[in-house]
């Protein structure tokens, strides 16, 4: 009885581990015939994208004979599969790439060669790129610096990629003026040549005589800051006085502060920038707490006033109420005794 058990059980077994490899060699077989198919449409897409380009690109994906084959138990056929595959040059991509490769693969410019023509493409900075209009109220000379420091961002920052990718930053009527350049075979070749056209045409002489205007006007205000004032001051130094140094905006910042500030400042005429700037931040800390003080005591001599006035008040009507019952006490004495 125990003898047909076994021998019961290890025949159950044995048609187990058939049916399983059976099952493991089907998906095998499935698994490399989904990978076969993947490599043909690869093959027909790179074939189809030599017609387009006109470019020769080599086959990237080739098959070779491993000698796998693959037994199918069930219906007692064997089939051989061509498996192994290499590449015959590799593309990089993100995944095998550093982050510091990355951000410079994102931001550098590549070539391709379509039509044995060479083409250039441009990945820019993900930031907010600065834009001109060419309106009055834009300010031409800030607009070329904030192109330079965006494309320095994205490690373009030659003058050729600079005058290549000027255009891009153009709008409405400068990029109209731009346009009218190359139709008329006038466009600058060196980055200079354009700065310099680009200034004539967005910087006339009265935008200049207005700037001046500004420049010799502008002074502190008593309700501005030594910070938001050398802000404003330097936006205008930077148009009105393009080829002055940081010494020289320091001259103008102690000429044009106010009164009050420049008094208490004991600093010589030759101190930098940062130094003027640190000691009149203390001196405005200490007019501060100066103005605080007295306004509080303003106030407070202001409120003791005020309870003076209302105590006074209060003790002249108690005053007055007492006299009108004293003189009530008398009629009504004088009315008894008469009686």
């Known amino acids: 009885m125990l003898e047909s058990i076994k021998t019961t059980t290890t025949s159950g077994t044995s048609h187990q581990d058939e049916g399983t490899d059976v099952n493991i060699k089907s998906k095998q077989e499935a698994k490399l015939v989904l990978h076969a198919n993947t490599i043909t449409k690869i093959n027909s897409l790179l074939h189809k994208l030599n017609k387009c380009t006109g470019s020769t690109i080599p086959s990237s994906i080739t098959t070779q004979n491993s000698g796998v084959k693959l037994e199918q138990h069930a219906t007692g056929r064997s089939s051989t599969l061509k498996t192994d595959t290499f590449l015959e040059h590799t593309l990089p991509t993100t995944s095998n790439l550093t982050g510091r490769e990355v951000k410079h693969a994102e931001s550098k410019s590549s070539a391709f060669p379509v039509n044995d023509a060479i083409h250039s493409t441009m990945m820019l900075h993900s930031t907010e790129a600065p834009v001109f209009h060419g309106k009055h109220s834009e300010s031409p000379r800030p607009f070329l610096l904030c192109v330079r420091e965006y494309m320095k961002s994205a490690h373009l920052c030659d003058d050729l990629s600079l005058l290549n990718a000027v255009s891009q930053f153009l709008r409405e009527s400068a990029l109209e003026w731009y346009c009218q350049l190359r139709e008329l075979h006038r466009e600058p070749r060196t980055w200079r040549e354009f700065t310099e056209m680009f200034l004539i045409q967005f910087d006339p002489t009265t935008r200049r005589a207005r700037q001046e205007a500004e420049w010799y006007q502008c002074k502190q205000k008593e309700d501005e800051t030594i910070n938001e004032f050398l802000v404003r001051l330097y936006a205008l130094w930077r148009e009105y006085k393009p080829d002055e140094t940081e010494s020289n905006l320091a ?36 007019l501060y707490r100066r103005s605080r003080d007295q306004q509080l005591s303003r106030q ?28 009530d006490m008398r009629c009504t004495r004088d009315t008894i005794f008469l009686i």
Do not use: P
């Not at 009050?260 to 009149?280: F, H, W």
């Not at 008040?313 to 003189?327: G, H, I, P, Q, T």
């Open 251 to 286: 001259e103008h910042l102690l000429c044009r502060m106010r009164t009050d500030l420049l008094k208490s400042v004991k600093l010589s005429r030759n101190a930098s920038l940062g130094e003027i700037m640190a000691e009149v931040q203390q001196i405005e800390d200490i």
């Open 300 to 327: 407070l001599k202001q409120l003791s006033l005020q309870e003076n006035e209302i105590y006074s008040k209060d003790k002249s009507a108690f005053e007055w109420c007492n006299c009108d019952n004293l003189s």
